[in-house]
């Protein structure tokens, strides 16, 4: 059998170079590979960066959602030689372009369907590893207010203190509000509890004169709309 003899990155023509590419064709011009191998600057156990890259990539079926899911521990302990500093590039990298998605956009955005709303909740909310629940408080033209996690749990649940969503709904002075909450899990379908818990928000908003408009449950890949579903 023949040895793959490993060739560091430092020795590869100008054009085959990563981060030499970048500079001189542009950005675009780099494969998914080659913009990870740049994060993780070197290679390490025989690998060169690129090697690495490529199995992160096969690791995680070429599915980057999977992959900004990953902590530093998913990182170090999978692959020898890549350290804290390296996980670290890659786990910022991620939580950058999240936040630009977040950040981007109307700041007050019309939120009329379901759509509408997973599409402002998913660069929060689709990636993260731990259940979280959000309000979104809206005025009577079903304009985003305010936005704000209330509640964050773990791996499969959290617990939702009504006392603290209604306070908020009532600073605010608001009479429509959505509520929503992440499955790490991927599994969209809603729990007996998310039910439960729906039908008590709706009928704690129905005495103070608010309207529960929706909840949804947001993963990576796609939401689970309750108002379109038909249980409120």
């Not at 818990?197 to 796609?222: F, Q, W, Y």
């Amino acid at each position: 059998m023949t040895m793959k003899q490993y060739v560091p990155i430092s020795s590869w023509a100008e054009d085959d170079k990563p981060r030499e590419k970048m500079v001189t064709k542009g950005v675009f011009a780099l494969s998914t590979n080659e913009l990870l191998a740049i994060l993780l600057r070197s290679g390490c156990g025989g690998e060169s960066a690129l090697d690495v890259a490529r199995r992160m990539l096969s690791d995680c079926n070429n599915d980057l959602n999977i992959m900004a899911r990953w902590g530093v521990r998913d990182f170090t302990n999978r692959y020898k030689g890549v350290g804290v500093a390296k996980a670290a590039s890659v786990i910022a990298a991620f939580e950058l372009a999240r936040r630009r998605d977040a950040s981007s956009g109307d700041t007050s955005p019309s939120l009329t369907s379901s759509q509408a709303i997973y599409d402002f909740l998913r660069p929060r909310l689709g990636d993260l590893e731990r259940e979280e629940f959000w309000i979104l408080l809206l005025n009577n033209a079903c304009r985003l207010k305010s936005c704000e996690r209330l509640f964050s749990g773990g791996i499969d649940s959290t617990t939702v203190d009504l006392r603290v969503l209604f306070a908020r709904a009532l600073e605010e002075k608001v009479h429509l509000l959505v509520i929503a909450h992440n499955h790490p899990s991927g599994n969209l379908r809603p729990s007996e509890q998310d039910i439960s818990l729906t039908r008590r928000i709706r009928e704690g908003a129905k005495t103070l004169d608010m309207n529960l408009l929706d909840h949804l449950i947001v993963c990576a890949g796609g939401y689970y709309s309750f108002a379109d579903e038909g249980i409120l």
